[in-house]
């Protein structure tokens, strides 16, 4: 003879009413799929009846399925890739080349930052060369027509 068992927690609150699980089950296809397929329904949405569109947008910011920390994960993702580029990887051959290849591309940034910096100081002495011969011409011109109007 087998002992009686308590009832669970579903057998107790009853069937679940259909409305409510169409909604939960399309909401767990959603959230399955990700952040896109939120997005995507949103847009839907809008396309073919915006105030559908709008509901959708609204439940994604008050359900916080539009900020979730998906997007905060995946940021941390990239920053810490960026910076695994600067850790050995225990292959000396290619740590070699590595160190070799960013050392040659730092020296090239650097020369062309030198020469971007040379470019504005040549235009800025041909701006001013400019200014100043301009300002020589009127300075001749002037006297002479004052000398004029004076006579």
Request: charged share 30%.
């Amino acid at each position: 003879m087998t002992a009686p068992t308590s009832p669970t927690l579903t057998e107790t609150a009853g069937p679940v009413p259909t409305a409510a699980g169409w909604f939960r089950r399309a909401e767990a296809w959603l959230d399955a799929r990700g952040k896109g397929a939120w997005i995507a329904l949103m847009v839907l949405g809008f396309v073919f009846f915006w105030p559908a569109g709008l509901a959708v947008l609204f439940y994604m910011i008050w359900s916080n399925r539009m900020f979730s920390k998906s997007c905060r994960r995946s940021r941390r993702q990239w920053h810490s890739h960026g910076l695994s580029a600067m850790t050995p990887t225990g292959n000396s051959a290619f740590d070699a080349y590595k160190a070799d290849t960013l050392r040659r591309l730092e020296q090239e940034q650097q020369d062309f930052e030198a020469f971007l910096e040379r470019l504005r100081e040549a235009k800025d002495k041909a701006e001013f060369d400019q200014f100043m011969e301009e300002r020589a011409r009127r300075a001749d011109t002037e006297p002479a027509e004052g000398d004029r109007d004076g006579a």
